[in-house]
């Protein structure tokens, strides 16, 4: 695991490196020289990061219908359980899109299809507080 952790890290560090030579990039090599571990440690057993927060908030978008999601921190074709922390109704959605923007929205962990939204809260609510876990990879 520690060759694992280092070589990704290595190259993690050069492609930061690379990518912000420019003076017009300094706040995005801050935010890379602080958190590469975070983004890039793995588990033996998957290829999903560790570091991913299991509550938050999630939102609704309009795409394809179906019990689907865009999640930053769970790879596509992964199933997840979403569990409204306010009712404790729960759906599970397959993974399908990356999302949401994590610089836009930092405290949202998922968005989740309209449809899959709806089985646990009401769309005018736009925004709820979820627990999120992994059913399989």
Same mark, same amino acid.
């Given at each position: 695991? &520690? !060759?694992?952790?280092? +070589? #990704?890290?290595?190259?993690? $560090?050069? /492609?930061?490196?690379? $990518?912000?030579?420019?003076?017009?990039?300094?706040?995005?090599?801050?935010?890379?020289?602080?958190?590469?571990? %975070?983004? @890039?440690?793995?588990?033996?057993?998957? /290829?999903?990061?560790?570091?991913?927060?299991? #509550?938050?908030?999630? /939102?609704?978008?309009?795409? %394809?219908?179906?019990?689907? *999601? *865009?999640?930053?921190? +769970?790879? %596509?074709?992964? #199933?997840? !359980?979403? #569990?409204?922390?306010?009712?404790?109704?729960? &759906?599970?959605?397959? &993974?399908?899109?990356?999302?949401?923007?994590?610089?836009?929205?930092?405290?949202?962990? @998922?968005? $989740?299809?309209?449809? *899959?939204?709806? %089985?646990?809260?009401?769309?005018?609510?736009?925004?709820?507080?979820?627990?999120?876990?992994? $059913?399989?990879?």
């Amino acid at each position: 695991m &520690v !060759r694992k952790v280092i +070589f #990704t890290a290595a190259i993690f $560090l050069v /492609s930061a490196e690379f $990518l912000v030579k420019s003076p017009a990039n300094e706040a995005f090599e801050r935010e890379l020289r602080l958190s590469p571990a %975070k983004a @890039i440690i793995k588990d033996e057993q998957s /290829s999903v990061n560790q570091e991913k927060p299991s #509550t938050g908030v999630a /939102s609704w978008y309009e795409f %394809k219908e179906g019990a689907f *999601a *865009a999640s930053p921190y +769970f790879k %596509k074709g992964s #199933t997840l !359980r979403v #569990t409204n922390l306010d009712n404790g109704k729960f &759906v599970d959605v397959v &993974v399908n899109d990356y999302g949401p923007n994590r610089r836009k929205h930092p405290n949202r962990v @998922i968005d $989740l299809e309209r449809l *899959a939204f709806q %089985k646990i809260a009401p769309l005018k609510l736009g925004l709820i507080r979820v627990k999120v876990n992994r $059913l399989t990879d």
